[in-house]
């Protein structure tokens, strides 16, 4: 982003850093006598004067704090114990993972060389293969590939095969509650379909994508896409409190085998998540008849759906499971089309089940999910509506993976009355069985009916014959694939095993090149985006080795992948010229940045979010300014603001004296600058634009008396209430507001509908807050008297405090007296929540000067 603003001097840096090495404040005392001989009793937080309320930091402390400091004491505790509880939570978490042998490895992939060397082939292919078909003899054969949208994994297709031979469907896997009556506590139970899919390389991946997709969904990892939110980001963004169960699961929405020119044989899949929230009923988890499109789990699978290709670039297990749906696609048009394979596939399959380890934990604890917050009220310099505690609105998430095949006719659906062999004397045939289904799972006698187990992935329909569970259903019967789909303008895809193509191993040779930036034949464009899909911070594919598999290089896949990285990079962009900005705020982010960056312990002040924030003014800096910050200042110094993205950059603000200074910082590259502050003091108010013009005759409704910290440098000052100032606040019947307080030259100010207010107020502390209603409070006869108090002399504290004090006194139907000893008396009140943490007091404030011609003084009732 440009900078913009004023222009830095040569000498400004030196200047701005000066007050770096200013001595840290002294400790705060628990009262002091000014000038006036008054006794005021002091914050024990930040020192200032106690104002109308305090409050008691302990249930037994003597010690007295404002209400900001007191809310500000309660939120950090709120967050305090809720670092402690996620640290908790995490390690059980760990644990958790590590007995129940939760979590993908990449290094678990099947490699193909193994499933070629025990079928006969020679050589071994050490790449991708894929299937070649031979049209007259209707059958096929494995061949070497260099595609990476040809290639099959032959271990997910011989499992898929003996699945669609057996079970005449695809693979199902479903994660459900055990007791869906008691969702907060019971476990989970892995269901499959068939059950010897427990234990196989088929049954991991499809449990361990589930599982990443709930885990996803609950914000337990850093989301795979820039910009991206958790069901959970979506939860606490619409700020739904309410308990409420859902299911997600993986679908695939279009299937189809395509031929290239030399016949090879294409699995093509588009793959997506769909959600359901779910009621508990008698029956157990049931559907609810709508979902809003805008709920949490709705916005949540749009998202996921919509980035699945490039989830699947980078996450191993979403890529994997990809690739089991195109093996499964694949078996399904075998079967389908009658398509004859070698007979040592089936016993692969078996031996491949046979020599399987049975399932060593059918049972998994419950996924939760549990975040702190606080929202603290705080109105009239009081606190209001104080609610803390954890927050616990989401119960669960099931589901699986529903891949829904059947929905797709892969080849020209046969009646099934009996299993049938391709004749063995068939030319060029090889030795095997058409894929047909024996009879004993013809469809067509089965009664079909509406699914009784709700808490599973959705079904076509239920065999009523047998219960099937939903889950990680691939519903593969939806699609036709009865016949290939022919591209004239597919090239060749095959290769023999001694040729290059066999030789090579694609994956490796694709990282190596990843890694060293060797791209020779490629444009830069395509090189940045390679980058930008594989970001080391998002993908976890590079650990795949040799089992890595390259992008499909389809002209349409890749104009999808770069528009969708695109989206990210502009997301980006957004992100620094947001940072760059002056009001950009610590703690209330925006919707630009994770929703991590925005706190879910927040103040607010008088119905709006409090933010304390200094006044900045942005400024122009030259090349050298920045070189001596980067080079020289900045190495050295401690970030007050730290955060990262989803990408990995890393973006920090530093302040250093009365110089702000934000940066951002791509991993493995420099830290660079995007914006340079100058802190100005809030007292500085310019006006602001007036409503209405103010008229002498104007009534005052509403006043307000706020102390502050004077700015700079206090090492030679002897008392902390000389660091002090107050100014005066007033609020007309016409909507303007009138600031007026005693500068330290003696000049009084007088400035209606100032700029920066809410910022300067946000820094300041409240001490008196009082609805007027008295006559003679206008603002001709307060404007006599702040005309009369500007003198040409330097004002102490003191001064400046009894001018605050006399103008308020003429506004208030209250007046203040002078009783003896310590001013700041009070009685405890109920602290204004279930705590019993602290207790509130009532104070009294001191005494009004004598009004203009009046040397009497005026009491009255104690504040």
């Given at each position: 982003?440009?900078?913009?603003?004023?222009?830095?001097?040569?000498?400004?840096?030196?200047?701005?850093?000066?007050?770096?090495?200013?001595?840290?404040?002294?400790?705060?005392?628990?009262?002091?006598?000014?000038?006036?001989?008054?006794?005021?009793?002091?914050?024990?937080?930040?020192?200032?004067?106690?104002?109308?309320?305090?409050?008691?930091?302990?249930?037994?402390?003597?010690?007295?704090?404002?209400?900001?400091?007191?809310?500000?004491?309660?939120?950090?505790?709120?967050?305090?114990?809720?670092?402690?509880?996620?640290?908790?939570?995490?390690?059980?978490?760990?644990?958790?993972?590590?007995?129940?042998?939760?979590?993908?490895?990449?290094?678990?992939?099947?490699?193909?060389?193994?499933?070629?060397?025990?079928?006969?082939?020679?050589?071994?292919?050490?790449?991708?293969?894929?299937?070649?078909?031979?049209?007259?003899?209707?059958?096929?054969?494995?061949?070497?590939?260099?595609?990476?949208?040809?290639?099959?994994?032959?271990?997910?297709?011989?499992?898929?095969?003996?699945?669609?031979?057996?079970?005449?469907?695809?693979?199902?896997?479903?994660?459900?509650?055990?007791?869906?009556?008691?969702?907060?506590?019971?476990?989970?139970?892995?269901?499959?379909?068939?059950?010897?899919?427990?234990?196989?390389?088929?049954?991991?991946?499809?449990?361990?994508?589930?599982?990443?997709?709930?885990?996803?969904?609950?914000?337990?990892?850093?989301?795979?896409?820039?910009?991206?939110?958790?069901?959970?980001?979506?939860?606490?963004?619409?700020?739904?409190?309410?308990?409420?169960?859902?299911?997600?699961?993986?679908?695939?929405?279009?299937?189809?085998?395509?031929?290239?020119?030399?016949?090879?044989?294409?699995?093509?899949?588009?793959?997506?998540?769909?959600?359901?929230?779910?009621?508990?009923?008698?029956?157990?988890?049931?559907?609810?008849?709508?979902?809003?499109?805008?709920?949490?789990?709705?916005?949540?699978?749009?998202?996921?759906?919509?980035?699945?290709?490039?989830?699947?670039?980078?996450?191993?297990?979403?890529?994997?499971?990809?690739?089991?749906?195109?093996?499964?696609?694949?078996?399904?048009?075998?079967?389908?089309?009658?398509?004859?394979?070698?007979?040592?596939?089936?016993?692969?399959?078996?031996?491949?089940?046979?020599?399987?380890?049975?399932?060593?934990?059918?049972?998994?604890?419950?996924?939760?999910?549990?975040?702190?917050?606080?929202?603290?009220?705080?109105?009239?310099?009081?606190?209001?509506?104080v609610q803390t505690g954890l927050n616990n609105n989401l119960h669960a998430i099931y589901g699986g993976v529903q891949f829904g095949l059947d929905r797709f006719q892969l080849a020209q659906?046969?009646?099934?009355?009996?299993?049938?062999?391709?004749?063995?004397?068939?030319?060029?045939?090889?030795?095997?069985?058409?894929?047909?289904?024996?009879?004993?799972?013809?469809?067509?006698?089965?009664?079909?009916?509406?699914?009784?187990?709700?808490?599973?992935?959705?079904?076509?329909?239920?065999?009523?014959?047998?219960?099937?569970?939903?889950?990680?259903?691939?519903?593969?019967?939806?699609?036709?694939?009865?016949?290939?789909?022919?591209?004239?303008?597919?090239?060749?895809?095959?290769?023999?095993?001694?040729?290059?193509?066999?030789?090579?191993?694609?994956?490796?040779?694709?990282?190596?090149?990843?890694?060293?930036?060797?791209?020779?034949?490629?444009?830069?464009?395509?090189?940045?985006?390679?980058?930008?899909?594989?970001?080391?911070?998002?993908?976890?594919?590079?650990?795949?080795?040799?089992?890595?598999?390259?992008?499909?290089?389809?002209?349409?896949?890749?104009?999808?992948?770069?528009?969708?990285?695109?989206?990210?990079?502009?997301?980006?962009?957004?992100?620094?010229?947001?940072?760059?900005?002056?009001?950009?705020?610590?703690?209330?982010?925006?919707?630009?940045?994770?929703?991590?960056?925005?706190?879910?312990?927040?103040?607010?002040?008088?119905?709006?979010?409090?933010?304390?924030?200094?006044?900045?003014?942005?400024?122009?800096?030259?090349?050298?300014?920045?070189?001596?910050?980067?080079?020289?200042?900045?190495?050295?110094?401690?970030?007050?603001?730290?955060?990262?993205?989803?990408?990995?950059?890393?973006?920090?603000?530093?302040?250093?004296?009365?110089?702000?200074?934000?940066?951002?910082?791509?991993?493995?590259?420099?830290?660079?600058?995007?914006?340079?502050?100058?802190?100005?003091?809030?007292?500085?108010?310019?006006?602001?634009?007036?409503?209405?013009?103010?008229?002498?005759?104007?009534?005052?409704?509403?006043?307000?008396?706020?102390?502050?910290?004077?700015?700079?440098?206090?090492?030679?000052?002897?008392?902390?209430?000389?660091?002090?100032?107050?100014?005066?606040?007033?609020?007309?019947?016409?909507?303007?507001?009138?600031?007026?307080?005693?500068?330290?030259?003696?000049?009084?100010?007088?400035?209606?509908?100032?700029?920066?207010?809410?910022?300067?107020?946000?820094?300041?502390?409240?001490?008196?807050?009082?609805?007027?209603?008295?006559?003679?409070?206008?603002?001709?006869?307060?404007?006599?008297?702040?005309?009369?108090?500007?003198?040409?002399?330097?004002?102490?504290?003191?001064?400046?405090?009894?001018?605050?004090?006399?103008?308020?006194?003429?506004?208030?139907?209250?007046?203040?007296?002078?009783?003896?000893?310590?001013?700041?008396?009070?009685?405890?009140?109920?602290?204004?929540?279930?705590?019993?943490?602290?207790?509130?007091?009532?104070?009294?404030?001191?005494?009004?000067?004598?009004?203009?011609?009046?040397?009497?003084?005026?009491?009255?009732?104690?504040?």
């Amino acid at each position: 982003p440009k900078t913009r603003g004023e222009v830095a001097q040569p000498d400004f840096l030196k200047k701005a850093m000066a007050a770096k090495d200013a001595p840290k404040v002294r400790a705060k005392k628990e009262s002091e006598v000014d000038s006036d001989g008054e006794e005021v009793q002091l914050c024990c937080q930040c020192g200032l004067p106690v104002g109308e309320t305090a409050y008691r930091p302990e249930e037994k402390d003597h010690r007295l704090v404002h209400a900001e400091c007191m809310a500000q004491i309660v939120l950090q505790d709120a967050q305090d114990k809720d670092e402690k509880n996620v640290e908790e939570q995490r390690q059980k978490k760990l644990d958790n993972r590590l007995e129940y042998q939760i979590g993908w490895e990449p290094s678990s992939v099947p490699k193909n060389s193994i499933i070629a060397s025990k079928l006969g082939c020679d050589p071994v292919p050490q790449g991708l293969c894929s299937l070649v078909l031979d049209e007259a003899s209707r059958t096929v054969r494995i061949a070497s590939t260099l595609e990476p949208s040809a290639s099959v994994n032959l271990e997910y297709l011989m499992l898929a095969l003996k699945v669609r031979r057996t079970a005449c469907r695809e693979p199902l896997f479903s994660l459900d509650p055990v007791d869906p009556q008691n969702l907060e506590s019971t476990p989970q139970m892995k269901r499959y379909e068939p059950a010897w899919l427990a234990g196989t390389s088929v049954g991991d991946i499809m449990f361990q994508a589930d599982y990443f997709l709930k885990e996803l969904a609950l914000g337990e990892y850093t989301m795979p896409v820039v910009g991206m939110m958790s069901v959970f980001d979506w939860s606490e963004l619409m700020d739904s409190t309410s308990a409420w169960a859902g299911r997600e699961w993986f679908v695939v929405r279009k299937a189809e085998v395509r031929l290239a020119e030399d016949k090879t044989l294409i699995p093509f899949v588009k793959m997506g998540v769909e959600a359901r929230e779910q009621t508990v009923t008698s029956k157990g988890l049931e559907d609810k008849a709508i979902t809003s499109k805008n709920h949490p789990l709705t916005r949540f699978a749009d998202a996921f759906s919509r980035h699945f290709d490039l989830i699947a670039e980078r996450k191993s297990v979403i890529f994997h499971l990809r690739e089991l749906a195109k093996a499964s696609v694949m078996a399904k048009y075998l079967v389908d089309a009658k398509i004859s394979v070698d007979p040592r596939w089936y016993d692969l399959a078996d031996e491949l089940v046979s020599n399987t380890t049975p399932e060593a934990h059918p049972e998994i604890p419950q996924l939760w999910n549990m975040r702190g917050n606080s929202r603290i009220q705080l109105q009239g310099g009081k606190l209001r509506d104080v609610q803390t505690g954890l927050n616990n609105n989401l119960h669960a998430i099931y589901g699986g993976v529903q891949f829904g095949l059947d929905r797709f006719q892969l080849a020209q659906r046969p009646s099934l009355p009996t299993a049938g062999m391709v004749p063995s004397g068939m030319p060029g045939a090889l030795p095997g069985a058409a894929l047909t289904q024996p009879a004993r799972f013809d469809i067509q006698g089965m009664q079909l009916g509406p699914t009784g187990r709700p808490m599973f992935m959705p079904q076509r329909f239920q065999l009523t014959q047998k219960d099937q569970p939903q889950g990680v259903d691939l519903a593969l019967d939806k699609f036709d694939l009865s016949s290939c789909e022919r591209f004239s303008n597919m090239p060749a895809c095959s290769a023999s095993f001694d040729s290059v193509e066999g030789r090579i191993t694609l994956g490796k040779a694709f990282l190596s090149s990843l890694r060293e930036g060797s791209y020779e034949c490629l444009e830069t464009e395509n090189v940045t985006l390679l980058k930008k899909v594989f970001n080391p911070v998002l993908a976890d594919r590079l650990s795949e080795g040799k089992s890595f598999i390259p992008p499909d290089p389809n002209l349409d896949y890749v104009s999808k992948l770069r528009n969708l990285v695109q989206e990210e990079n502009s997301l980006g962009k957004q992100r620094k010229a947001r940072f760059s900005d002056k009001n950009f705020t610590i703690g209330m982010a925006g919707m630009e940045f994770p929703r991590s960056w925005t706190s879910r312990f927040q103040l607010f002040r008088e119905g709006r979010a409090h933010v304390g924030k200094p006044s900045l003014v942005s400024l122009q800096v030259d090349e050298i300014f920045k070189r001596s910050l980067q080079e020289d200042i900045l190495p050295t110094a401690a970030p007050e603001f730290t955060q990262s993205t989803e990408d990995g950059i890393v973006f920090r603000i530093y302040r250093l004296g009365r110089l702000e200074v934000r940066t951002t910082q791509a991993p493995s590259e420099e830290q660079e600058i995007l914006a340079v502050f100058s802190q100005r003091p809030l007292t500085e108010l310019a006006p602001g634009k007036v409503k209405a013009p103010v008229s002498p005759d104007e009534k005052f409704v509403k006043g307000r008396l706020y102390v502050e910290a004077i700015e700079g440098d206090h090492k030679d000052v002897v008392k902390q209430l000389h660091t002090c100032h107050f100014y005066v606040v007033l609020d007309t019947s016409c909507g303007n507001t009138i600031v007026t307080e005693k500068l330290a030259d003696g000049s009084t100010t007088w400035v209606v509908n100032p700029n920066c207010l809410e910022d300067r107020n946000s820094l300041a502390k409240l001490m008196v807050c009082l609805d007027i209603r008295m006559e003679k409070a206008t603002v001709r006869n307060l404007k006599i008297t702040q005309e009369s108090h500007s003198l040409k002399a330097n004002a102490s504290a003191s001064e400046r405090k009894r001018y605050a004090r006399a103008i308020f006194s003429l506004v208030s139907p209250r007046s203040l007296e002078i009783t003896g000893g310590r001013r700041y008396l009070g009685r405890a009140y109920p602290y204004p929540s279930s705590s019993k943490r602290s207790s509130e007091f009532r104070t009294r404030w001191g005494a009004p000067l004598p009004r203009p011609g009046n040397d009497s003084m005026v009491k009255g009732d104690v504040l």
